[in-house]
């Protein structure tokens, strides 16, 4: 496989009709919206707990 790309994590089949969506397709791009959102939610409250910890850090000094 020298010099071809594989892409594991989606796989896009094209239909050859067009009036049909794919269940599996459409869940899975809902999971990984949920994770995406899920990680951004953790690094914003750890963001501010880290902030409200320090600032008690420096108030208690």
């Not at 953790?42 to 108030?59: C, E, K, N, Q």
Request: hydrophobic share 40%; no cysteine; aromatic share 4%.
């Amino acid at each position: 496989m020298s010099g071809d790309q594989v892409n594991y994590g989606k796989v896009n089949q094209i239909n050859t009709r067009t009036n049909r969506v794919d269940i599996n397709d459409l869940m899975s791009r809902v999971r990984d919206d949920e994770k995406k959102q899920k990680k951004e939610n953790i690094v914003f409250f750890s963001l501010i707990a880290s902030v409200i910890v320090i600032t008690g850090i420096i108030a208690s000094l």
